[in-house]
């Protein structure tokens, strides 16, 4: 008669599956929780201290870690060595694992949780057994997924629970211990203060397979965090439209990360290739809107727009009147709804906005390797700043700053962005040079670069881009400052009438 050890902590259709191993001949050895569950099913199952001949102790932390257990699971059943000392130790095989682990995830997600229970909840002997049958998957079939059952009842029934499909769990287990692991990892890192360790393990569970990656011939899917921060597009609820595609995704990301930046009004982005086209903040959201799709009317068609207010039926009249892949709000009003469903793909995502926690580490791959950072959460405010030239900003003067500030450091460098009345009238993004970047934001400015302020992610290394605004008529100035030639940029804006303040922090975005 083939065994099989049950323990499980997820108990979806245990009974199910248990009943059906019985039905195949198996005999069941299970413990504590799942052993009462099964039992009162109906199933005949014998407890795990018959097995070992060893009571559960301590809590049920130690119940498991027994050599009838593991000699049961490890033990090949080619090796007539491995037999003979089976025999001689009162060993019987094992041959199906079926464990799932204590809720380590859950646990960390509950709201006040103390310390003990969640240590208490860091399974020891689950991954162990685990990790013994699939060492051994040639001899013993390891189950770790409730969704597996109905697929392994039918396998087995047919005879065909084979080397390959069986490999296939093994390998299932082991991701999924790496995972659970992972987390620990990260739980105790986070308790040390260790940002950066000798070894970075993080994990992540699959949203979706996507249809192609950046480009149709690259394969792709979308990953999130097993605890997934509030405001995070992994935690938004589609409510209309076609699948987000790979590109979306990063723009969306960028969108969310742009609005976070804006509290305290109603703010809008609009974003094309992971830079804003148009950013804009007022006391309505329509309003806001409006600024943001004022700021650039023609890079916003076929973008990605990200509002923290409900939307109501005026934003949904103005948004459906272009062609937008995806709109981004905390809620959308009933009749917003009905006009922004009329169009069939645009994709409506439901975020909830009112937790901005800090995202604490950034990770970018390169070739067989990754560099991770800590996010670029810095902020200034008025008290940070310091006037470097003869005039002082205005008062108006300062809020365009501020607000242009905000803008500058999600763009990507080198980076100019003018912004006039809580709006983005010109931005210039990822140029070689800084002068370039200027030009650029100039130009889309146009006419509306007269009176406005700019900011610039970095230093003017030379007094060229502080020449081209006093040609645009710019009348302010943000900068982080450094540069050994700062005192030649200052002269420019002395000479023409021009504010200038440093933040003294720089927003490189590469």
Not at 122 to 143: H, Q, Y
Request: charge should be negative; proline fraction near 4%; aromatic fraction near 6%.
């Amino acid at each position: 008669m083939k065994r099989a050890l049950i323990s499980v902590s997820d108990k979806q259709n245990i009974t199910e599956f248990a009943k059906g191993l019985e039905e195949l001949g198996y005999e069941i050895i299970s413990t504590g929780g799942t052993l009462k569950v099964i039992q009162d099913a109906g199933v005949k199952a014998i407890a795990i201290d018959d097995v070992t001949g060893f009571p559960e102790i301590m809590d049920g932390r130690v119940k498991t870690l027994h050599p009838k257990v593991h000699g049961g699971l490890l033990a090949k059943r080619s090796n007539s060595d491995h037999m003979k000392q089976m025999v001689e130790n009162e060993i019987q095989p094992i041959d199906m694992v079926v464990v799932n682990l204590y809720p380590f995830k859950q646990t960390l997600e509950k709201e006040g949780v103390s310390k003990p229970e969640i240590i208490e909840n860091i399974d020891i002997g689950g991954p162990t057994m685990l990790r013994s049958a699939a060492k051994n998957f040639e001899d013993v079939a390891v189950v770790v997924d409730p969704k597996d059952y109905d697929g392994i009842l039918e396998a087995l029934q047919k005879d065909e629970l084979d080397f390959e499909k069986r490999q296939q769990l093994a390998a299932k287990v082991f991701r999924h211990t790496a995972q659970y692991d992972a987390m620990i990892a990260e739980y105790f890192m986070e308790e040390t203060k260790e940002e950066f360790p000798e070894s970075y393990t993080v994990t992540y569970e699959r949203v979706q397979s996507l249809r192609y990656g950046e480009n149709p011939h690259q394969h792709a899917a979308f990953y999130k965090r097993p605890i997934v921060q509030t405001m995070s597009l992994a935690a938004a609820k589609q409510l209309h439209g076609k699948e987000l595609s790979y590109n979306n995704i990063q723009d969306a990301n960028a969108a969310l990360e742009i609005l976070a930046d804006y509290e305290g009004h109603a703010a809008a982005v609009a974003v094309k290739h992971m830079n804003p086209c148009g950013i804009g903040v007022s006391d309505t959201l329509v309003d806001a809107f409006s600024r943001a799709f004022d700021a650039d009317p023609i890079s916003i068609f076929g973008g990605i727009v990200a509002l923290n207010k409900e939307v109501d039926s005026p934003t949904a009249e103005k948004l459906s009147s272009i062609f937008l892949e995806i709109v981004i709000a905390p809620s959308f009003s009933e009749k917003a709804l009905e006009i922004l469903t009329r169009k069939k793909n645009i994709r409506l995502l439901e975020l909830d906005m009112n937790n901005k926690e800090a995202v604490n580490h950034k990770l970018t791959s390169v070739n067989g390797g990754v560099l991770i950072q800590s996010q670029d959460n810095g902020k200034v405010g008025t008290d940070d700043l310091k006037v470097v030239t003869k005039r002082q900003p205005s008062e108006k003067e300062l809020a365009d700053l501020l607000f242009a500030w905000k803008a500058v450091k999600h763009v990507k460098s080198n980076a100019i962005v003018l912004a006039k009345d809580g709006q983005t009238i010109g931005v210039g993004a990822g140029q070689m040079n800084r002068v370039g970047a200027a030009k650029i934001a100039m130009e889309q400015a146009g006419e509306k670069a007269k009176g406005s302020v700019m900011s610039s992610d970095a230093f003017f290394p030379m007094p060229d881009t502080v020449e081209e605004t006093v040609k645009a008529g710019v009348t302010a100035i943000i900068q982080p400052g450094g540069s050994k030639r700062d005192q030649d940029s200052i002269d420019v804006c002395d000479e023409n009438g021009i504010a200038m303040v440093y933040t003294g922090m720089r927003h490189f975005k590469h």
